[in-house]
């Protein structure tokens, strides 16, 4: 015990308290990065959760999310997303532009919500949207949890034509007979690997071999986290198909994407 350890979590306390308020006044907001193919085209945006919380400005999801998902927070908050993604697409076609597809972030416990593929079916349905506007990403720890219910729930969704994502790969523990059975289009490389790719060979040859591997399993890659154009050149020699690129676009608000 410490007295640093008991403002951690009281910290905790007030976050969990302040979430469930920040639902009831609309205090989340999408924030949308761009996903590139090697030619710069653009291929996707992912969206990605802030909170503006009261007294301490736009807050990123490392601060919420894992306090969220310690209990069905993390679901309300799912859907409040589900539901404000939807509401985007739609307004971005009203107005007669192009849509991109979104992706969107799973946690586990919404893994673990059998109407899940329903909840979402009936969202774009709805709003008249094709199902191949939304994409999904789900951690590879999360995916692996129980693999063969994550097998059962994201088999549905592709089966409606949504594409999927493993998310953050090799930062937990994959076993590669279900990596090759989940119903997954494209694999994400972890940021913190792309960090030191540039300095750090054993980095390297991971993202090499990562390419590799998920290449020969018919899968897209995708890097996170791209911040250099070193980092950027030593990708695209590796076959890398992707980038999220802070120095072409951070996560930005949907009308300044
Ligand atoms: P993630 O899904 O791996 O999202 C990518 C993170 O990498 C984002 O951080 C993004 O801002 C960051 N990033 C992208 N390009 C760069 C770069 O070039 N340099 C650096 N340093 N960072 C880059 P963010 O927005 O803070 O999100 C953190 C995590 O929070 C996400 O990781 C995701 O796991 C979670 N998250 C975000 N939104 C949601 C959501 O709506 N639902 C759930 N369940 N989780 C979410
Ligand atoms: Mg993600
Ligand atoms: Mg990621």
């Given at each position: 015990?410490?007295?640093?350890l008991?403002q951690?979590?009281?910290?905790r306390?007030?976050?969990?308290?302040?979430l469930?308020?920040?639902?009831?006044?609309?205090q989340?907001?999408?924030?949308?990065?761009?996903?590139?193919a090697?030619?710069?085209?653009?291929?996707?945006v992912?969206a990605?959760?802030?909170?503006?919380?009261?007294?301490?400005g736009l807050q990123?999801?490392?601060?919420?999310?894992?306090?969220?998902?310690?209990?069905?927070?993390i679901?309300?908050?799912?859907e409040?997303?589900l539901?404000?993604?939807?509401?985007q697409?739609?307004?971005?076609?009203?107005?007669?532009?192009?849509?991109?597809?979104v992706a969107?972030?799973?946690s586990?416990?919404?893994?673990?919500?059998?109407?899940?593929p329903e909840?979402i079916?009936?969202?774009l349905?709805?709003?008249g949207?094709?199902?191949p506007l939304?994409?999904?990403?789900?951690?590879e720890?999360?995916a692996?949890?129980n693999?063969?219910?994550?097998?059962?729930?994201l088999?549905?969704?592709?089966?409606?034509?949504?594409?999927?994502?493993?998310?953050?790969f090799?930062?937990?523990?994959?076993?590669?007979s279900?990596?090759?059975?989940?119903?997954?289009?494209y694999l994400k490389?972890?940021r913190?690997?792309?960090?030191?790719?540039?300095?750090?060979?054993?980095?390297?040859?991971?993202?090499?071999?990562t390419?590799?591997?998920?290449?020969s399993l018919?899968?897209?890659?995708v890097a996170?986290?791209?911040?250099t154009?070193?980092q950027?050149?030593?990708?695209?020699?590796?076959?890398?198909?992707?980038?999220?690129?802070?120095?072409f676009?951070?996560p930005?608000?949907?009308?300044?994407?």
């Amino acid at each position: 015990f410490s007295p640093e350890l008991n403002q951690a979590a009281m910290e905790r306390l007030a976050i969990e308290h302040q979430l469930h308020d920040a639902l009831q006044r609309d205090q989340f907001v999408l924030h949308y990065q761009p996903r590139l193919a090697r030619d710069g085209r653009v291929t996707g945006v992912e969206a990605l959760i802030r909170w503006n919380r009261p007294g301490h400005g736009l807050q990123l999801p490392g601060r919420f999310i894992p306090v969220a998902e310690e209990s069905e927070l993390i679901v309300l908050i799912g859907e409040w997303v589900l539901a404000e993604v939807i509401r985007q697409l739609r307004m971005w076609l009203d107005a007669g532009l192009s849509a991109p597809s979104v992706a969107i972030n799973l946690s586990a416990r919404q893994l673990r919500l059998t109407s899940l593929p329903e909840q979402i079916a009936e969202a774009l349905r709805s709003a008249g949207l094709p199902a191949p506007l939304l994409e999904f990403e789900v951690m590879e720890s999360m995916a692996m949890e129980n693999p063969e219910r994550a097998s059962l729930l994201l088999g549905r969704l592709r089966d409606m034509g949504i594409r999927l994502a493993i998310d953050d790969f090799g930062t937990g523990y994959s076993s590669l007979s279900y990596l090759k059975r989940l119903p997954f289009d494209y694999l994400k490389i972890d940021r913190s690997f792309v960090a030191e790719i540039t300095h750090d060979n054993n980095d390297l040859a991971i993202v090499r071999g990562t390419i590799a591997l998920a290449h020969s399993l018919g899968l897209t890659v995708v890097a996170e986290g791209v911040e250099t154009a070193g980092q950027l050149a030593l990708l695209t020699g590796a076959d890398c198909d992707e980038f999220q690129r802070f120095h072409f676009a951070r996560p930005l608000p949907a009308d300044e994407l």
